[in-house]
Every structure is written in C-alpha cells, then in structure tokens.
C-alpha cells in the first residue's frame, strides 16, 4: 500500500458525483500526496425542487441526464486537461437516490470504456470526509469525525486514511434533514438550513428551552425527531409567527442541535484517543457549528478540519479526492447501491 501511494505521486482525477440533487464534475490534481482542486463545477438543482418542498427524484435524473456532460466537458475545460491526460475516473456509487446515481455511474462507465480509463466507485460519505484532504495540512491519525449531511449524521473512527469504523448515529432524522424540516416549520423553503441559520443570526439562543437529545446517554447515537417535534409544538401554541418568533424558534432550534453535535463529537475524541477532529457534510457549513466546535476542540487540546464551505455541500471535488484512495476496477464492475453504508 505504502509502495503504491509514493509510486503514484502525480495523478489527475476525474470526480462525477450525482446522488442527489446537484450535477457536479470536478479534476483533482495529486501531487506527492497533496490534493488541488485545479476545477469543480456544481450545478445546482435547488431551484427546481424548491416548488416542491424536497428533492423529487424522477426530476433529479432527468436535470442530471440532461446536464452530465456540459456539465463534465466545462470542468475539462476550465482544469485545462485533457481526456488522455486523465489517470483514472471516480463516481459516486452509493449512498444516494437510486436514479441519480445511475445517471453519473452510467456516464462515468462509458467515459471509462471509451477512454480507456480505470474507474473508481466511491461511497459519498467516506468522500465527505476526504473533502478535508483538499486543505494540504497534515492528516493525524486516529481521527474522530463527524458526518452531518441531509441524510447522514454519524460519527466515524478513523485509524488511517481508508480505515472507517461507525461510532456513532442518528436513531431517527439526520441533523440537515432537522434543520430542513424545522425551516419548513417556520416558513423557510427547501433546503431550508442555510436560510434558518440566516435567521438565527438576529434570535436570541436562550428563547427557547429546547431538548438537547440523547446529550447524557452512554454511547455517540444522536436522535433529532424530539427535538423537531419541541419546534413544532412551539410553532402550534404560538397564536402568531411573528418574525421576531422565527428568528428566536431558529436560533434555539439551532443551538441545542449545534450543542449536541459537538458535545458528543469531543466526548468521542476524547474516549477514543484522537489526535485529530474532522466536520465533513453540508451541515459542517454552518457557522455556529464550525464556530463552537472549533471553540471546544482549543479546549480539549486537539487540532481540528473543516473543509472550505464549497467543500462541504456536495462536490465531485470530494469524490475526486476519494478516487485517489479507492481501487480502480474495470468498468464492468461498476454497481450502484443506494443503501451503501461507511
Ligand atoms: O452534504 P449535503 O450537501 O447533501 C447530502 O449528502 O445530504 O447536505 C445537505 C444538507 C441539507 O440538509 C442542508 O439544509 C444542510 O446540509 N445545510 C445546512 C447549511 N448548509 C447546508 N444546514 C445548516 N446550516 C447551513 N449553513
Ligand atoms: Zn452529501
């Protein structure tokens, strides 16, 4: 393993990932184990779905059969390579939605065979963590990282760069699937994280006594149903949703589901000996979060990654970088699962 990493010190990495909602190409460059993004195209769906209040996954595919390869030949383009000059291809093959993820599969499949490329198949929630390898600092093992994403929030043992052990997981909704269906509780329209986090700049955190779920169990599961259910009940009893409300719902909701995520985060570096903390997932993009977990991780003594904010929503710059970790197959051995797990 160590021989084949040094052996392969350039490589170019085409990175296709459509599990959801967002079409996305990207070239990594892999230089003596340091990773650049040299282009990452993300064309975004939200905007079609948003009448709909979520992703609707007979449209995601058709937005994604119809954008795939502008959207691939524009990242070529833009990274100044050429198809020859491609090492090998990596795509998103599971978790996600099962059309959506045929579509970057399917193309990726071909690209491979037409161009005579190896192919990689990448699991999306391992890629959300190799989105930290983009930064070029130096990755201390073990590692102890948390997985916060619209379906996803789980906490991950890392002891090297392809050695993932589940500590951790949510019982019930994933924390972005919470923020997304409290944001539709007060009005916000899908995806509504980012706008309730927005929101919650002008609230005050303290309005509202919400649950803090699961914070004293005895092990790193999560759960966020109660807690929305505590939003919702506030929402019913309130005669008015005054803007003033919204904003004090959002801020509350936001603080205890921030103060759980990293209360458990740090408990679990700390029993598992971490030399390092990882936030990865599109949640990692909220500020209170990468704030108080930056705050608490100083506390404990650990250094902590977050990716960049491009890099934390989803990427192909991510799957790019996990291509380079992954073995290559041929591209008949390509399979999708929807289901697949870290
Ligand atoms: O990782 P991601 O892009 O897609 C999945 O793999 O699920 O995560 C999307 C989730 C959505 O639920 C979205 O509302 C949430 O990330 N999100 C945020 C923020 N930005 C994105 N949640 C809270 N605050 C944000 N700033
Ligand atoms: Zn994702």
Same mark, same amino acid.
């Given at each position: 393993m160590l021989f084949w990493l040094i052996y392969n010190d350039f490589m170019l990495i085409l990175g296709i990932e459509t599990s959801c909602d967002e079409t996305a190409a990207a070239v990594v460059e892999v230089k003596k184990g340091r990773f650049l993004s040299r282009a990452n195209t993300v064309l975004s769906q939200i905007n079609i779905h948003k009448k709909y209040g979520g992703v609707v996954p007979e449209i995601a595919a058709r937005k994604h059969v119809k954008n795939i390869i502008p959207v691939i030949d524009q990242t070529l383009k833009r990274a100044r390579?050429?198809?020859?000059?491609?090492d090998r291809i990596a795509v998103t093959t599971?978790?996600? +939605?099962m059309t959506s993820l045929l579509v970057g599969s399917q193309t990726a499949k071909t690209l491979a065979f037409a161009w005579n490329k190896k192919i990689v198949p990448v699991n999306h929630l391992k890629a959300h963590l190799y989105?930290?390898? +983009?930064?070029n600092k130096k990755v201390i093992f073990p590692v102890v990282a948390l997985i916060v994403s619209g379906g996803h929030t789980e906490l991950i043992l890392m002891r090297n760069a392809t050695s993932f052990k589940k500590i951790g997981q949510t019982i019930d909704d994933a924390a972005g699937e919470a923020f997304d269906k409290v944001a539709q509780l007060i009005? +916000?329209?899908?995806?509504?994280g980012p706008a309730l986090a927005k929101l919650a +700049?002008?609230?005050?955190?303290?309005?509202f006594a919400f649950p803090r779920p699961m914070l004293d169990a005895d092990n790193f599961d999560f759960s966020f149903s109660g807690l929305k259910t505590a939003v919702r009940y506030a929402v019913e009893k309130s005669p008015r949703l005054t803007s003033p409300l919204k904003k004090n719902l959002a801020a509350s909701f936001q603080q205890a589901s921030v103060d759980v995520l990293v209360a458990k985060t740090v408990r679990a570096a700390t029993v598992y000996k971490a030399k390092m903390l990882m936030l990865a997932g599109g949640? $990692? $993009?909220n500020v209170l979060l990468r704030d108080t977990v930056t705050r608490e991780a100083k506390k404990i003594k650990r250094p902590l990654l977050i990716p960049d904010f491009i890099f934390c929503t989803d990427n192909a710059a991510m799957i790019a970088v996990a291509g380079y970790f992954e073995k290559p197959v041929d591209w008949d051995k390509i399979i999708v699962d929807p289901n697949l797990e870290i």
């Open positions: 390579v050429s198809p020859k000059n491609i599971g978790p996600g +939605l989105a930290n390898f +983009l930064h009005g +916000l329209s899908y995806p509504g +700049l002008g609230g005050d955190a303290t309005a949640v $990692a $993009a």
